[in-house]
Every structure is written in C-alpha cells, then in structure tokens.
C-alpha cells in the first residue's frame, strides 16, 4: 500500500464520520489514532462542506463531506475501528471491508424512529408538567409531525421548509386542547409538540468546535442549527395566529 492509498481511505473515512455527527475533535483524534497505527504522516484540516487530508510528501486529498444525518451507530462503529486497527486487532484491509460495510449500513427503520419519537416527546411534556391528555395529544401531534418530515425529506424537499411545515403540523394539531377543552394543560402541549425539531446535536457540537477552535465549522453548524430553530419557531406561530391563539 502506498501512503496516498492510505490518505484517500482516511479521507473517506474522516468525511463520513463528521457528517454522522462527529465533532471536530473527534474527527481529529481518529484519524491521528489511524494515521499512527498506519505509520504515515497524514493531517486533517475540517472544513463545513469538506475534509483535506495533507500527506506527509505534500499530497492533498479533498473530500466533499458524507451527510447521512445524526447516526450514533455509525458514529461509534467508526470509532471503535480506528480503536481496532490502533490495537494491532484487525489489518489494513480488513479496516478497508468492516468500512464499507460500515457505510452501507441502512437507515434505522423509519417507524421505529416514528415512535420512539412520538414517545420521547411525550414524555418531554409529562416532564414540563402535562397532564394525561396534554401527552396524548403531544403524541399524536409529534407522530403527524415527524411522519410529514420524513415524507418531505423523502422527496428531497429543503429540510428549513421541511422543519416549518412539521413545526406548524404538530402545533395545529396539539391546539385542540384549546379549541376543545382538553385537558387542563393545553398550554404546555402546544409549547412542547415541537421540541423533536430541536437541532440540539448540532448546537452541541458547535460549542464542541469552538473549544477545539475549529471557528468555521462551529459557526456553519451553530449558523444551520439557528436558522433551523427560526423555521422551527415560525411555524408555530403561524399555527397559533391562523388558530387566533393569543398568549401574550
């Protein structure tokens, strides 16, 4: 194996870890920790929409950035390969095969993540002090939500139109409480049918990357993550205007 043939694989692989939600930090770390195993000199320069890899004779691979969304599985699969391959455990090209397999990991089932969701919210609103029906409307409101979501992403639309829609969806939906009487905290589930649409990875790792001065992708992430949560913020309001809901 030549070191480039070695650069293109880290190049790979540093750019499918950070777009699984890696941070900066953990990119670095891991491929240092495989650049050491391999005996070459390789350095990682982050960037918001692609990775360099700078060989030690000079050689710069780029990479545009793999974004497969939030993924902890692949996150940590990743990781643990580099662990392998640093512990003598596995061999070059045996990294090289559990990697493409790794990539090609599909998704988590959509309706597994539908209501694993729904309940996670659910919850979110016991936890801010709704009641039995502020829940099961928070439930139903996320399930119809996230389904929309899902379905709009599906046909590529933008995921910022695609964040306000399912914003405006759950908060329409979760108002009956008002409109009919429901409960005795409406309030707390409209507030809290929109909490799944956080981008709170993103804000995490964008104060991850500030830290490890990775200034440019820190304020990419954080910049996406605000623009998100704006969309987030308009379609709820949109759904409480048009419902004539006034709270303040």
């Known amino acids: 194996m030549t070191s480039e043939e070695y650069g293109t694989f880290i190049a ?11 941070t900066c930090i953990r990119t670095e770390k891991n491929v240092a920790r495989i650049s050491a195993a391999l005996g070459i000199d390789a350095t990682v320069e982050i960037m918001p929409r692609h990775v360099h890899v700078i060989l030690g004779d000079g050689t710069v691979i780029v990479r545009k950035m793999t974004h497969t969304g939030i993924n902890f599985d692949i996150n940590t699969r990743l990781s643990r390969l580099s662990w392998d391959l640093a512990d003598s455990k596995i061999s070059f090209e045996e990294m090289r095969r559990r990697f493409a397999e790794i990539a090609g990991t599909p998704p ?6 539908l209501g694993l969701t729904s309940a996670a919210n659910a919850a979110f ?3 801010f002090g709704g009641d039995i029906m502020a829940m099961a409307l928070v439930m139903i409101a996320t399930a ?15 995921a910022r139109l695609t964040c306000l829609c399912a914003a405006f969806f759950s908060a329409t939906f979760s108002a009956a409480g008002y409109i009919f009487g429901l409960g005795a905290t409406p309030e707390i589930a409209v507030g809290t049918s929109v909490l799944y649409l956080i981008p709170g990875v993103p804000y995490i790792n964008s104060v991850s990357d500030i830290i490890g001065r990775h200034y440019l992708c820190a304020m990419s992430r954080f910049l996406d993550a605000l623009i998100l949560t704006c969309c987030l913020s308009a379609g709820l309001a949109s759904g409480l205007c048009i419902l004539g809901l006034k709270w303040f």
């Open 12 to 22: 790979d692989y540093a750019s499918l870890l950070w777009g699984c939600g890696a």
């Open 108 to 113: 988590t089932n959509r309706w597994e993540v």
């Open 125 to 127: 609103c016991a936890i």
């Open 144 to 158: 119809l939500g996230f389904r929309l979501k899902q379905i709009m992403l599906s046909a590529g639309r933008d």
